[in-house]
């Protein structure tokens, strides 16, 4: 059969050439939505690493101070289990060297003589400390020649009261337990002896503002054994004078125990002289 020829026309383009371009259009804008992100992190990366906020630690207490309270508290411990006789020389502004004797006994009590502990001076007084109790004991004298007689003050582990105290007592009894507390408001470091004592010896000093110290600052020495060597404080200075003897196997009160009034450390008010009116006398 014979074939007719299809009239001629306009020529149509196929329809993919219009999804090409679109999809050329769609291939240069992707790039710049994937640029923006990475822009960002660059400039982000470019930023300086935020310091850490530095915290503040108190400062560590010099080495040689904490060794200082742990030595001084090794030696008073070691005084509390020194049991002796001992004499001291108490040097004190103002006043006569007296000699203080020191009774530590073996089971635990003790006993402190102290001239001119009393009636300010003018008494000698001894404080003692017993399973019985805590004693003060008015000793004879020239200015009064009265036999020894003993108050009782209180428990074993009472205070003398302030009225009465002498102070003398306290470095061989309850300051003590002070030095060996390591919770004691105290500040420690080395100290040179005081004149003719020896020993090692530490400055002492309270870091607590209360009025009611729980001793008196001071220097305090000790020898390897516990023995006390010296102290020195606001009452005086206290050198140990010779070798101490051997302690006793228990401490003896100076005299019986009264019932009377402890002497205090203050003077007596002068007594008054009765007055005689004119005119008046024996008939």
Known sequence: MYAHPRPAGPAVKPARTSARRVAGSLTFALPAFLVLPVLLVACAADQPAARPTPTSTPAPAPAGLDAARDELAALAAAAQDRHLVASYTLRAPGAPDRTILVTSANDGSWRVDVPGGGLGGTADVSFAGTADGLFQCALPTAA?????????????????????????????????????????????????????????????ETTSASINAPLDVGIYCYDPDGTP???????????????????????????????????????????????????????
Request: proline share 18%.
């Open 144 to 204: 009064r020649p009265e036999p020894a007689t003993c108050v009782r003050l209180g428990d074993p582990d009472a205070a003398v009261p302030r009225r009465l105290d002498p102070r003398v007592q306290h470095p061989f009894t309850d300051w003590l337990d002070v030095l060996t507390d390591r919770r004691a408001p105290l500040a420690v470091s080395p100290a040179q002896p005081p004149p003719g004592a020896s020993g090692a010896c530490y400055s002492v």
């Open 229 to 283: 060597t010296a102290v020195r404080t606001a009452f005086g200075t206290l050198v140990l004078a010779g070798a101490p003897a051997p302690a006793p196997a228990t401490v003896q009160l100076a005299g019986p125990v009264v019932d009377a009034e402890p002497l205090g450390t203050a003077t007596p008010e002068p007594t008054a002289e009765p007055t005689v009116s004119p005119g008046t006398g024996t008939p």
